[in-house]
Nanobody, 128 residues
Framework: QVQLVESGGRLVQAGDSLRLSCAASVSTVSRYGAAWFRQASGKEREFVAVINAVTNTYYADSVKGRFTISRDNAESTVYLQMDSLKPEDTAVYYC??????????????????????WGKGTLVTVSS
């Protein structure tokens, strides 16, 4: 069992920056692919970014160049640095990990059903 707890979400203005954190309950999370997804009100959950065990990363086109995913294995924490935020980034952001055998490519982690454990989410609201 892996427990994930997201934090850092809050109300910000367009153009601001924000860093989300995802703390894992197990130190072995460093072995797994970890991703951020988001779900805006009334919309389906969508992939945002992923970092695999060898720190390869992959991003949704909508956030590429603005968001950066990283991990601190010593702290069992995954981060999402979000810059140049836009109102359309408003959503609940979820952290997820895959404990089943890893995919070869970071880009293979974009489907929700690829992930095995999820956090409860943290709300990011970007005002215009």
């Amino acid at each position: 069992q892996v427990q994930l707890v997201e934090s850092g979400g809050r109300l910000v203005q367009a153009g601001d920056s924000l860093r989300l954190s995802c703390a894992a309950s197990v130190s072995t999370v460093s072995r797994y692919g970890a991703a951020w997804f988001r779900q805006a009100s009334g919309k389906e959950r969508e992939f945002v970014a992923v970092i695999n065990a060898v720190t390869n990363t992959y991003y949704a086109d909508s956030v590429k160049g603005r968001f950066t995913i990283s991990r601190d294995n010593a702290e069992s924490t995954v981060y999402l640095q979000m810059d140049s935020l836009k109102p359309e980034d408003t959503a609940v952001y979820y952290c997820a990990v895959r404990t089943r055998p890893s995919y070869r490519l970071a880009s293979d982690y974009t489907a929700s059903n690829a992930m095995d454990y999820w956090g409860k989410g943290t709300l990011v609201t970007v005002s215009s």
